[in-house]
């Protein structure tokens, strides 16, 4: 059974930095691209950040760009996304999620965690 | 403002047809497969649709899509209290500056 489970979120100041970690199991994570998906408090999706399955190549979103890395640990079936220069309009759930091979879409989602951007 | 564009909301009774629409543009939908997503009131989303109109395991029938040119809809048929959720489309673009695109959802009330 696929899991993708995220951890990391919480309250921060903005301005300030959070470091998300998903961690994968049930497939073969090396051989997927990732993505992180984040939805604003009853807002809808969007795309943030996507690497592919060696790390050799990344997408972010130009809402996020300059201020957010993903990289991964296929060794530990993990994903990461390092967020700083938090802002308020960071503050949605983040959701890690499993980009299907074959043009079969983001075909599994975390559960998500909670980021809140706040003084 | 979302990329592709989704009516804000949607209703049915039971045992009905209702339909959702998403349109694009020839960046995304044009050029590229369409994705349905359903997300249950408090949990995350759940692949319903992929190319345009195939169906995951597990997916029942009662589920289907279509694309046309720029736009794609989402079908559902003989509607059930358990279909009421938020469903989103999306679809790869070819813009440089972006990647995968997302409607702005669709809330379906079962009445």
């Known amino acids: 059974e696929v899991q993708l489970v995220e951890s990391g979120g919480g309250l921060v100041q903005p301005g300030g930095s959070l470091r998300l970690s998903c961690a994968a199991s049930?497939?073969?994570?090396?051989?997927?691209?990732m993505s992180w998906v984040r939805q604003a408090p009853g807002k809808g999706l969007e795309y943030v950040s996507a690497?592919?399955?060696?790390?050799?190549?990344?997408y972010y979103a130009n809402s996020v760009k300059g201020r957010v890395t993903i990289s991964r640990d296929n060794s530990k079936n993990t994903l990461f996304l390092q967020m700083g220069s938090l802002r308020a309009e960071d503050m949605a759930v983040y959701y890690c999620?499993?980009?299907?091979?074959?043009?079969?879409?983001?075909?599994?989602w975390g559960q998500g965690t909670l980021v809140t951007v706040s003084s | 403002q979302s990329v592709l564009t989704q009516p804000p909301s949607a209703s049915g009774t039971p045992g009905q047809r209702v339909t959702i629409s998403c349109s694009g543009s020839?960046?995304?939908?044009?050029?590229?497969?369409v994705y349905w997503y359903q997300q249950l009131p408090g949990t995350a989303p759940k692949l319903l649709i992929y190319?345009?109109?195939q169906r995951p395991s597990g997916v029942p029938d009662r589920f289907s899509g279509s694309k046309s040119g720029t736009s794609a809809s989402l079908a559902i048929s003989g509607l059930r209290s358990e279909d009421e959720a938020d469903y989103y489309c999306?679809?790869?673009?070819?813009?440089?500056?972006?990647?995968?695109?997302f409607g702005g959802g669709t809330k379906l009330t079962v009445l």
């Open positions: 999620a499993r980009v299907g091979i074959g043009a079969v879409g983001i075909d599994y």
């Open positions: 049930g497939f073969s994570f090396s051989s997927y691209a």
């Open positions: 690497i592919s399955s060696n790390g050799g190549s990344t």
């Open positions: 020839s960046s995304n939908i044009g050029s590229n497969y």
């Open positions: 190319k345009n109109n």
């Open positions: 999306a679809a790869w673009d070819d813009d440089l500056s972006r990647d995968v695109v």
